[in-house]
């Protein structure tokens, strides 16, 4: 909503009843509510969406992340509906969205990809996939996001966790085809911004460093990657360019890729929309990607060459959750009594509660991201820790203190890090112990509360509280 | 004398008044103490050397807190409550570990279930977990129908007593 209010296009936001509150629905233009047995069913109904289109009169719908954002069933219902789809082709959505697809298309192209194999029948998975190699990942065919993959070291638990990563794939992708590739050890999630227009231009807008993730959910991201060298970062960032030239991507998108050790990388999927950590890319770059968006959907063409995008500065960014890191992250809920953000030079919050929202287990336990923009890592570190230690969300359990811990974390501050990371140092994330008088200031500040306060003149000194009331 | 739980931690705490003086005594250390309001939920607090700010709410008896650059849960006991919440005798109930969607259930009220039966399977952090019986028995009431969405800690199963 603000990229479009600085482009003075109004906006239609649609929304379930749990978000009625959230910064987006109160900034709209205009509002519609969609219905649906679960607030999950109500966001994927392609047909209220398409009416709600129809009756506000938008020509036009943004498709964010997540629900239908890259479902290329509703990429082409918009387009029979004359209603322009702001992302790539159909078609090419349905060709990244498939990873056995993506995957065949790299191989035609040249790219360099992970040695794997995708099921053909049912029951030989299990044989096919140890072709591959130990240790290997196993994922669902439909998938992204991280969800429906499982780790298998060893032969002996394959059987079990090919049963466990089907039912949880056609959980969430109503798919249970599987896949299962060669798991690269101790690698480095790297993924590239690429931008093209309707008119053949493609550019790269730098990588990201996605590796400090938990369950491969990303935590915390940041630009550039601190990993590469000026040649691998050029090499990296073209073969995501020849990617997005040989599929005729239009729009934004995202090119992933996993760094081993060696330098060695490796196409691992194209997200056909934008990313969640975008933010950081808009800073070093200066490019606001939303409303580049809009431009291409809109028919312009890029409003610059590669030549002229210009790299400045380091963004971090840190995913700020309602979960218990002590409680193994399990997801809390609980009403946003205080909610104050920080209010640093070089911090950028993107939230989606306010004060007096209600955190319920409905959706996506994300709350906010914290972004840091310094001049060099070092600054955005430091930038980072400020905005961590200053945020303030009272009512609701998070991982603020946390991330604050982890990005203190000395590995974290020289960058020797792989996606390991917070699996293998979690046990170490830990600020420093209050020292007893600390405590005792926070704990009186409570019991001060508690008290019923009255003007010190007005209380009378104990041995004359004693006395009982008396006449002269 | 008060003993507040902070973040789980008990510290024993006193405000003490001797004419306009304050003084605040932790852990039986005695130190000055003085405190003053900003803006509604803020706070300075000064006890002895320390000068701090704190940013705090109350709600249903506990106080959300944010001082040092973290966030606190502190909750004073009253010694005339009982600590502790009493869901229930858990071996009659089965109680969501963490908040989340029903994704099937496999029983109705009047089944015979054992010990580590499967009764509910439930979607929570983008995992599947499944809710067992915590002793043999018989079912007295399913709560949730499939879809429902439940908090950490809601009733899911009841066995018969």
Redo the contacts between chains.
């Keep these: 909503m603000k990229t479009l209010k600085a482009l003075e296009i109004p906006g239609v936001v649609i929304y379930h009843a749990a978000d009625a509150n959230s910064p987006a629905v109160k900034t709209a233009d205009e509002t519609v509510e969609l219905f649906g047995?679960?607030p999950v069913a109500a966001y994927l109904d392609i047909d209220a969406i398409v009416e709600a289109c129809k009756s506000t009169g938008a020509n036009a719908v943004h498709p964010g992340f997540g629900f239908l954002a890259e479902n290329g069933k509703f990429a082409r219902r918009l387009q029979e509906e004359n209603i322009i789809f702001i992302g790539p082709k159909p078609n090419v959505i349905d060709l990244m969205g498939n990873k056995i697809a993506a995957r065949s298309f790299a191989i035609e192209n040249d790219i360099p990809i992970v040695p794997s194999v995708t099921q053909t029948g049912s029951d030989a998975f299990a044989k096919e996939a140890e072709t591959v190699g130990f240790p290997l990942l196993l994922k669902a065919a439909a998938g992204g996001g991280?969800?429906g993959m499982n780790i298998v070291r060893q032969a002996s638990e394959l059987e079990a966790a090919i049963k466990l990563t089907r039912?949880?794939a056609e959980?969430?992708f109503g798919d249970g085809t599987l896949y299962a590739e060669r798991y690269v050890e101790q690698p480095r999630h790297i993924e590239v911004q690429i931008l093209a227009d309707q008119h053949g231009n493609v550019v790269h807008l730098g990588e990201r460093e996605c590796s400090i993730q938990r369950r491969f959910q990303k935590v915390v991201e940041e630009a550039p990657s601190p990993a590469l060298t000026p040649e691998l970062r050029a090499e990296i960032c073209e073969t995501a360019v020849h990617i997005a030239q040989s599929s005729n991507y239009q729009n934004a998108g995202t090119v992933e890729f996993i760094l081993a050790p060696n330098g060695e990388f490796f196409f691992l999927e194209m997200n056909t929309r934008l990313q969640v950590e975008h933010p950081v890319t808009e800073l070093v770059t200066g490019v606001d990607l939303v409303a580049e968006q809009i431009r291409v959907a809109n028919g312009e063409p890029l409003p610059f060459t590669q030549a002229e995008i210009q790299f400045n500065g380091h963004a971090i960014e840190c995913r700020l959750y309602a979960e218990d890191p002590a409680d193994d992250?399990?997801?809390?809920?609980g009403?946003i009594?205080?909610y104050?953000e920080p209010n640093c030079e070089g911090i950028r919050v993107d939230s989606g509660v306010e004060a007096g929202m209600r955190v319920?287990?409905?959706f996506d336990?994300m709350l906010a991201k914290l972004i840091a923009y310094g001049s060099d890592r070092a600054a955005a570190i430091a930038l980072l820790k400020e905005g961590?230690?200053?945020f303030?969300?009272?009512?609701c359990?998070?991982n603020?203190?946390w991330l604050?811990a982890l990005i203190s974390h000395p590995d974290f501050a020289t960058a020797d890090f792989h996606t390991g990371f917070i699996a293998n140092k979690m046990d170490e994330f830990v600020?420093p112990e209050?020292t007893?008088?600390?405590?005792?200031?926070?704990?009186?500040?409570?019991?001060?509360?508690?008290?019923p306060l009255s003007s010190?003149?007005l209380?009378p000194?104990?041995m004359h509280a004693a006395m009982g009331g008396w006449r002269n | 004398m008060a003993t507040i739980l902070l973040n789980e931690e008990p510290i024993e705490t006193i405000v003490r008044q001797f004419g306009d003086s304050w003084f605040g005594i932790v852990e039986g250390e005695t130190g000055p103490l003085a405190w003053e309001e900003i803006t509604p939920n803020h706070f300075k607090i000064w006890l002895g050397d320390e000068e701090t700010a704190v940013t705090l709410v109350e709600h249903n008896g506990t106080y959300f807190v944010h001082g040092y650059g973290r966030s606190w849960t502190i909750t004073p006991q009253n010694p005339l409550t009982k600590a502790g919440a009493g869901a229930g005798d858990s071996a009659n109930a089965a109680i969501a570990p963490m908040p989340g969607t029903v994704v099937s259930i496999n029983v109705q009220a009047g089944d015979e279930v054992t010990q580590g039966s499967i009764m509910m399977t439930i979607e929570s952090m983008k995992m599947l977990t499944d809710i067992t019986a915590p002793r043999d028995g018989m079912v007295e009431e399913v709560h949730l129908a499939e879809g429902a969405t439940f908090d950490k800690g809601a009733t899911l199963v009841t066995l018969e007593a």
């Design positions: 047995s679960t991280g969800k039912s949880e959980r969430a992250f399990a997801p809390t809920t009403p009594l205080v104050e319920t287990s409905a336990p961590l230690s200053s303030v969300l009272l009512g359990q998070t603020i203190d604050h600020l209050l007893t008088q600390q405590k005792g200031a926070l704990a009186l500040a409570v019991a001060l509360q508690e008290r010190p003149e209380q000194l104990p």
